[in-house]
């Protein structure tokens, strides 16, 4: 007589409860499994960035395009279908890790029924060829078992949860762009240009080591997006309240640029820098702030690691939205496919390197960013993202700095709290603040969550105020890291806030112009244009300036009561944001690049 090893007591009360929670999670797992393939299912039966009555909407208004409630109509049912295939992304997401969580609840429950302990051995009088038959009911067993986690991993693999959402030329989509994003403008011939491309000069040919320029010089020019002050003209005197560009009313000069872009200009000591771009080319320009010429024209092309095929960009955000920064000494340009390149102001090539193509739904938006002698780059995608920082003279990566969120369209901001220089970013669903000198994390707040992040984090008044029309608008105060207040109401998407003297400025996607108090975050006063704001407001000259998407500039007196001194026409559509010097801004449009002075 043999001895068999051992036998479970399955009526114990313990082993049921084992036995129900495998039974559950596998029931579970089943349930939350169909409802992924089903949700992935209904995305690809029925694509709703391109649906059928959006597009035919878009035929109409071709054999209409004047049509401004037909325009609207478009812009409204193609923001409700961003916002349902979103929210089908957040829920492959969950579905995804609920499934994971499901599988190895189950599989351990299983195996805790095999292992459970067991009676004392009983004698048995049965052939030893039965051990051997249990022994392959336990191996098919947990084949199975790791089967079914095997599928859960393939489901991860095999479903997709993101789209790279590639835009119809014609869709008129309420998508995040970059500030400074606007609908991409035909290719015109330059007014002159010296467009020989450059090869991209050896190191030794880098431009001569000088020291980037002084706070004092950066607050003489516009060195970046909103300028050396965070939406603050430092050195605006005699700027017009009134012009029409159809009419040439106000208009020192308009000159049209080669390539499309949505970046904004920048200015540095007489010439203004942009980026324009399609699916082949990337180049970058300087234009003679004073006439208009074009100065040059550069390629940037042979980039190492460059890849080889361009990535898939909405329409409003294109393949040139990120805005230029300098140093005063080189200009720096990075494009949607991840090439950053580094220009001194004659147009000679310094240096050039991939960063890497970004995977983001609707093409990279991000602007640079400077601090001392380090370029910053926030390069956020679907995986792998990150917040650099590059020694402006060579390109060299001086710290890299992971970050774990997904893809937003915001970019980096410098700034002096008095006690230390921070540069603060902003992505769903948090804002993180991180010490510019050495990439580390100084603080961090959840106050973005489920938003698609466009909007700039703005500091002003010490605090931090960052916003998303899906998420929040909130003030955050740097010293401690807490949110001081927070308002769901009418709160800018695309476009950044302005700080000034105790309020809030701020224009919506869907063209609310609101005032906040910065202390409490009540609103002050609110008003309607007719077009959404995707450019930022600047404060010039005791005014506030702001810019809808149909290229109308608002021209506030500033205070508790909502006042328009004046009121631009630029004569196109535009989304970026002014730079301001002296009398004169300069705005670039669909079409073209304006100088409005006296």
């Known amino acids: ?14 082993y049921q409860l084992i036995k129900g929670v495998g039974i559950v999670a596998g029931i579970f797992s089943l349930v939350v499994w169909v409802l992924l393939v089903a949700n992935n299912l209904s995305v690809k039966r029925s694509d709703p960035i391109h649906s059928p009555g959006i597009q035919k ?36 997401r969950l579905a995804i890790y609920l499934l994971v969580g499901g599988l190895v609840v189950t ?8 292992s459970y302990k067991a009676l004392p051995p009983l004698p048995d009088s049965s052939d030893p060829k039965d051990d051997l038959v249990e022994n392959a009911k336990w191996a098919r067993k947990a084949v199975t078992y790791v089967g079914l986690v095997l599928v859960g991993f393939a489901l991860m693999i095999a479903l997709p949860w993101r789209s790279n959402l590639n835009l119809s030329e014609e869709a008129l989509a309420n998508v995040p762009a970059t500030e400074g994003g606007g609908e991409a403008p035909k290719a015109t011939a330059p007014a002159a240009a010296s467009a020989a491309a450059p090869t991209p000069a050896p190191a030794s040919a880098a431009a001569p080591a000088q020291p980037p320029a002084s706070a004092e010089e950066r607050l003489k020019n516009w060195p970046g997006l909103r300028g050396p002050a965070a939406g603050v003209a430092t050195t605006a005197s005699g700027l ?27 200015y540095w000591e007489g010439k203004l820098f942009l980026t324009g771009a399609d699916e082949t080319t990337r180049e970058v320009y300087a234009v003679d702030a004073e006439s208009g010429k074009l100065l040059w024209q550069k390629k940037v092309e042979g980039v190492s690691g460059s890849p080889a095929a361009p990535p898939e960009v909405s329409e409003e955000t294109g393949y040139a939205a990120g805005t230029m920064a300098t140093d005063g000494v080189r200009v720096f340009a990075i494009f949607s496919n991840g090439d950053l390149a580094a220009f001194d102001m004659d147009g000679n090539p310094v240096w050039s390197k991939s960063v890497g193509q970004p995977a983001n739904p609707y093409g990279y ?17 679907e995986e792998g993202s990150y917040l650099g920082g590059f020694d402006v003279a060579t390109g060299g990566e001086k710290w890299k700095t992971p970050r774990e969120f997904g893809p937003s369209w915001s970019s ?23 010490d510019p000198k050495d990439g580390k994390e100084l603080w961090r707040v959840d106050a973005l969550e489920n938003g698609e992040i466009a909007a700039l984090p703005v500091y002003g008044e010490g605090m931090v105020f960052s916003s998303a029309d899906a998420a929040k608008l909130s003030a955050i105060d740097v010293k401690t890291g807490q949110v001081v207040w927070e308002n769901e109401d009418l709160k800018p998407g695309v476009s950044s806030p302005v700080a000034h003297e105790g309020l809030l400025y701020c224009g ?44 109308n500039m608002f021209v506030l007196k500033p205070g508790r009561s909502h006042e328009v001194v004046g009121m631009g026409k630029l004569g196109e559509e535009a989304s970026t944001t002014p730079a301001v010097i002296g009398d004169s801004l300069y705005i670039r449009g669909t079409e073209n690049l304006y100088r409005i002075a006296p």
């Open 1 to 14: 007589m043999r001895v068999v090893d051992y036998h479970k007591d399955t009526s114990a009360t313990p």
């Open 107 to 114: 599989v351990i429950a299983l195996k805790a029924m095999e």
């Open 412 to 434: 980096p901001v410098v700034f002096d709290s008095g006690e230390r220089s921070e540069v603060v970013l902003s992505a769903d669903p948090t804002v993180v603040s991180y």
């Open 57 to 92: 909407l878009i035929e109409e208004l071709k054999s209409d395009p004047k049509n401004e409630a037909l325009r609207d109509e478009i812009r409204q049912l193609d923001m409700i279908a961003r916002k349902a295939f979103f929210t089908s992304q957040r829920f492959n």
């Open 365 to 381: 938006a991000s602007s640079l960013a400077i601090f001392e002698d380090t370029l910053l780059v926030q390069f956020d995608q």
């Open 508 to 551: 919506t996607d869907d063209g609310a112009l609101v005032c906040y108090d910065v202390k409490t975050g009540e609103e002050v006063w609110a008003e309607f244009a007719d077009f959404g704001f995707y450019a930022s407001p600047i404060v010039a000259e005791g005014r506030v300036y702001l810019m809808d998407r149909g290229g």
């Open 240 to 266: 017009l309240t009134e012009w029409d560009g159809e009419a040439g009313t106000g208009v020192k000069w308009k000159t049209a640029l080669p390539l499309p872009g949505m970046s904004s200009p920048i």
